[in-house]
């Protein structure tokens, strides 16, 4: 059974950082490209970042490029979000998503695993 675990959510203030984490078991991870997504309340889910199986290429949405990186260690089966200079606008719902490609996706239904999600709220 495919699972994709995220922690590391939490409150952190406007200018903080956070580190997401993905734990994924139940799948050859390095078959898989893997990305970040997010909801905001009220909102649909939107691309955040994503990467390729073995790391070497990376994609940011505009809204998070410059301040978010997106890595992957696939001895760990790890994926992880380190997110600098937060802003109130990031607070949401983060998840974490498994794609059975070596090519990365900012589309959501090109996705095949999900995460649970962890809560990210950023004060003002």
């Known amino acids: 059974q495919v699972q994709l675990v995220e922690s590391g959510g939490g409150l952190v203030q406007a200018g903080g950082s956070l580190r997401l984490s993905c734990a994924a078991s139940?799948?050859?991870?390095?078959?898989?490209?893997t990305g970040w997504f997010r909801q905001a309340p009220g909102k649909e889910r939107v691309f955040v970042a994503a990467?390729?199986?073995?790391?070497?290429?990376?994609y940011y949405a505009d809204s998070v490029k410059g301040r978010f990186t997106i890595s992957r260690d696939n001895t760990k089966n790890m994926v992880y979000l380190q997110m600098n200079s937060m802003q109130f606008e990031d607070t949401a719902v983060y998840y974490c998503?498994?794609?059975?490609?070596?090519?990365?996706?900012?589309?959501?239904?090109?996705?095949?695993?999900w995460g649970q999600g962890t809560q990210v709220t950023v004060s003002s």
């Open positions: 990467i390729t199986w073995n790391g070497a290429s990376t």
């Open positions: 139940g799948l050859t991870f390095s078959n898989y490209a």
């Open positions: 998503a498994a794609r059975r490609s070596i090519y990365y996706s900012s589309y959501g239904n090109d996705y095949d695993y």
